[in-house]
């Protein structure tokens, strides 16, 4: 059975699509036919021309219009094999094609019917036939292997900057896929001192010129959260003019997770931190510290006091190992040992209950197994509960920083439903924080107060601009 004139052309596109893709473009291609004949071809370009507007159908109705000397192109059908962006949908109108036909649709930006239709307006002067689904699957799939293998490409060429050590796990980037509300670009680093290879993940939005900004916020997450916990808060942050820095421990997040638990030293993850604020030369900080995010991030001012000039703290404490741990902690403690394969995004919402699955979902994708969870059996293990134990003369030096060197402002937030830390807890700490004024409790929350931070972000933006 022989095929439809407009298979034929469509075949002679797409060729023209797998002739981008050798070239490095996405793959969409088009022909121009007039009474029979090709006229005009194109291809896409943008890359190749540093031109925007050097799409397939684009390329193809220049050439036509060359050809024929006319930029209406009365009687011409063009044939692409993806359908037309919002762009070249209005030329095509403009160049008064008779028709349009296309392959695949492109549900995310197709101006043919996918997203809007453009040529289904009736008060616009010049009709032009559409008709799409023509070799829809073919064009599709030239698409899709384009795409696989940039992803692939892209996944090696990561790996080659920075490589995985053999005793190391790193959680794939489709595990991260569509997250709600965490739009931002990843960062990684792999070249500190103390990452001897591992790869850190951070968050670095704002101005591009970092020293621009009028403050730099400092978000430190807590265990057994990463940098998304601070999804609320860094919108209000960004929309003041302010730099963003998030990153995501290492064992946490998009970093890597070492196998053993060993690794997860308290001293070791400060000085990763010391180093990554050296590395981005980090000023006018504001600290952002919640849970371990301030059992680590309370010791790091005293080693660079010129670099920081706010504290906002959220339900955390200094572990200095002369007083008692909460009780609530040793519950916390006790569980994580009974339960080490609890899941994180359930343990969320449970303070949270407007939490969706996506949610969830979203707080357990950093540990797809049980491989990935050393830093989760770790971390309660590590917090300083003795005078001896790693950290806690560290915590008592920062004690004594706070009380009698720290100049700059602070801001205290605590969730009076915190079933770790109670208000007694978070009293105790702001005695311990020269100037710190009374904290503003949110009866209703719990432990991890970030995920109600827009509000605290407004909050913050405003008491530390003045």
């Not at 392959?103 to 809007?116: I, Q, R, W, Y």
């Not at 997250?179 to 792999?190: C, F, I, N, R």
Request: charge should be neutral; glycine fraction near 8%.
């Amino acid at each position: 059975m022989s095929e439809s004139p407009d298979t034929q052309w469509m075949r002679l596109a797409l060729a023209q699509a797998h002739m981008a893709a050798r070239a490095g473009e996405v793959p969409v291609g088009a022909v121009v036919v007039k009474d029979g004949e090709v006229i005009a071809t194109g291809r896409n370009a943008p890359l190749h021309d540093h031109d925007p507007t050097a799409h397939a159908e684009i390329v193809a109705l220049r050439a036509a219009a060359q050809r024929l000397g006319n930029y209406r192109l009365d009687g011409c059908t063009l044939y692409v094999t993806l359908e037309p962006c919002a762009m070249c949908s209005g030329a095509m109108v403009h160049a008064r094609l008779a028709r349009v036909v296309y392959g695949a649709a492109d549900p995310k930006t197709g101006a043919a019917g996918s997203v809007l239709d453009l040529f289904g307006f009736a008060q616009i002067n010049h009709q032009t036939q559409l008709h799409g689904g023509v070799l829809a699957d073919e064009c599709g799939q030239a698409l899709s292997d384009f795409f696989r293998q940039r992803r692939s490409l892209q996944k090696a060429e990561a790996l080659a900057r920075h490589p995985l050590r053999d005793d190391a796990l790193r959680t794939p980037d489709t595990a991260f896929a569509n997250l709600p509300g965490y739009p931002w670009a990843p960062h990684y680093v792999s070249d500190l001192p103390s990452l001897a290879g591992l790869r850190l993940h951070y968050l670095d939005e704002g101005p591009k010129d970092p020293r621009a900004a009028p403050r730099t916020w400092l978000c430190l997450h807590g265990n057994p959260a990463w940098s998304y916990l601070y999804r609320h808060m860094l919108p209000t942050f960004l929309a003041a003019g302010d730099r963003v820095v998030a990153p995501d421990m290492i064992g946490f997040g998009k970093s890597d997770k070492p196998k053993k638990e060993g690794v997860h030293a308290f001293e070791w993850h400060r000085q990763v931190l010391l180093e990554l604020i050296e590395r981005l030369d980090l000023h006018r900080t504001v600290l952002v510290v919640q849970d371990w995010g301030g059992i680590l991030g309370l010791t790091l001012p005293m080693a660079a006091p010129d670099r920081f000039e706010g504290l906002l703290v959220m339900n955390t404490l200094l572990a200095t190992g002369d007083k008692p741990l909460a009780p609530g902690f040793a519950q916390w403690r006790a569980m994580c040992r009974d339960k080490p394969l609890y899941s994180v995004g359930r343990l969320l919402a449970r303070g949270n209950p407007h939490f969706s699955p996506a949610d969830c979902a979203a707080y357990d994708a950093p540990f797809p197994d049980r491989g990935y969870r050393a830093a989760l059996r770790a971390f309660p293990e590590r917090v300083p509960a003795a005078v001896d134990d790693p950290g806690a003369a560290l915590s008592r030096q920062a004690r004594q920083f706070w009380q009698s060197q720290w100049r700059g402002r602070s801001l205290m937030v605590v969730g009076g439903q915190d079933p770790v830390l109670g208000l007694s807890s978070m009293q105790a700490l702001r005695h311990d924080i020269h100037g710190c004024p009374e904290p503003l409790v949110l009866p209703h929350v719990g432990h991890f107060v970030p995920e109600h931070g827009e509000a605290i972000a407004a909050r913050a933006v405003e008491y530390f601009g003045h």
